[in-house]
């Protein structure tokens, strides 16, 4: 298949739904493959890893959107995510960065260890609790890590309900092509958003908390190291990224882990082998799918000269599923040796919450596997028709009538320990 025909399939809803056959039509014609006449896409693992550490590449800034996208600035969608470090380079992305980083030192991290557990568990009893099938993206997946990122924020526990809609229409505007009908129910999502933080953003300067909103007010009123514009779009993008990727993982890693029954019952039996197979998890079905750079100098790659302005697509899920970097690659394996994917990108723009994301994950996939030993698929899972962020809209599971306790003693989190 010709790599823009292979291309127009990816976009399609059916290539949407299911990528991975045509990664390997474009990953015939090589890791880095022409689609367009400045247009790249990248299959190839070590080719996407080091563009998207090369410092001649950067993400699409205002000058770009302005001759690619004209328009763009009526948008709030799409202005949004550009005021954010999601769309800056540097300078300005390494100040952005900066200014966030500390709500996810690795100390940080460690310390919500015990309260994802308990968020974990207070899930786990409710879906225990329900009569009949349980639909696990709404009862688990969305309200764990969205329960994780609005401490961290700082939003009350009674608003987090409002964001799942929010930021499902916000993040169409992520999509490699969005219709107007889309970019409106973006524009809609980014607008309520907005119009929430502004109105937080006033609560914490009246009353400042021990949270990253408050951190983020001060960077703003201290002076010019945020603008009023970057402050809104930051915690904006903190709080999407912050949930809709874990979300993902998590809707995805059950079903990958239910489709492999022998692997489910050694990480429910070996909770210490967590981290392996949450590693193998992102790799084998990312929940990250793309991310886009625009090139500023000449470069060459996989054999393909690259010349400056190129638009160059980074498929991380076909990057992961590289042969040359993964034998097998279409074979879950969490035994699987140096398992480091893409999936949170790499470089400047590595995902600043995927150590939070990676710990969400390695502490629920155990936990319901030992206390939900009879859950199951129950029913058709529904896939979102999109390509960038890839997940489920429904994942109906049976949670059968028997659980194991909570604890298991002499054990703490992540240990290994007796076999529950």
């Known amino acids: 298949m010709?790599?823009?025909?292979?291309?127009?399939?990816?976009m399609s809803p059916e290539g949407r739904l299911d990528p991975y056959p045509t990664y390997e039509r474009l990953r015939a014609h090589g890791p880095v493959v022409q689609a367009g006449p400045v247009f790249?896409?990248?299959?190839?693992?070590?080719e996407a890893d080091a563009i998207l550490r090369d410092s001649r590449f950067g993400v699409m800034d205002d000058a770009l959107r302005d001759q690619f996208m004209p328009g763009w600035r009526e948008s709030p969608a799409v202005l949004s995510i550009s005021r954010s470090m999601l769309r800056t380079n540097p300078p300005d992305h390494s100040r952005m960065r900066r200014l966030a980083a500390g709500a996810f030192t690795p100390r940080r991290i460690a310390a919500m260890r015990d309260v994802v557990r308990a968020q974990a568990d207070e899930l786990v009893d409710a879906m225990l609790a329900a009569d009949g099938p349980v639909d696990f993206m709404a009862a688990f997946a969305y309200p764990l890590p969205v329960g994780v990122i609005c401490a961290l924020l700082g939003v009350p526990a009674a608003d987090r309900p409002l964001f799942r809609r929010w930021a499902t229409d916000l993040t169409g505007v992520l999509e490699p092509e969005i219709t107007a009908d889309e970019l409106a129910v973006a524009d809609r999502g980014a607008t309520e958003l907005r119009d929430y933080f502004t109105e937080l953003v006033a609560a914490r300067r009246?009353?400042?908390?021990?949270?990253?909103?408050?951190?983020?007010?001060?960077?703003?009123?201290?002076?010019?190291?945020?603008?009023?514009d970057e402050l809104l779009a930051n915690l904006i993008v903190l709080l999407v990224a912050g949930f809709e990727t874990t979300t993902n993982l998590l809707g995805n890693g059950l079903v990958a882990l239910l489709e492999h029954p022998r692997?489910?019952?050694?990480?429910?039996?070996?909770?210490?082998?967590?981290?392996?197979?949450?590693d193998e998890l992102l790799r084998y079905d990312s929940p990250v799918q793309l991310t886009s750079r625009m090139s500023t100098a000449p470069s060459r790659y996989g054999d393909v000269d690259l010349p400056p302005e190129s638009w160059v697509i980074v498929l991380l899920g076909a990057a992961n599923r590289d042969p040359r970097r993964y034998p097998e690659p279409a074979r879950f394996d969490p035994w699987r040796a140096q398992i480091a994917p893409l999936s949170f990108g790499a470089g400047p723009h590595y995902c600043l919450g995927a150590a939070l994301a990676r710990l969400e994950a390695q502490v629920a996939f155990p936990l319901l596997l030992r206390r939900v030993p009879g859950l199951a698929v129950a029913g058709r899972p529904e896939r979102r028709v999109r390509l960038t962020l890839r997940g489920h809209a429904t994942l109906p599971v049976a949670v059968g009538r028997e659980a194991a306790p909570v604890t298991v003693p002499g054990t703490r989190p992540g240990a290994a320990g007796p076999t529950p």
């Open 40 to 46: 790249y896409v990248v299959t190839g693992y070590a």
């Open 2 to 10: 010709d790599p823009t025909d292979a291309l127009a399939l990816l």
């Open 206 to 228: 009246r009353a400042p908390a021990d949270d990253l909103t408050t951190a983020l007010v001060q960077a703003h009123d201290g002076g010019d190291r945020l603008s009023g």
């Open 263 to 278: 692997a489910a019952a050694a990480l429910r039996d070996r909770p210490d082998l967590a981290p392996a197979y949450v």
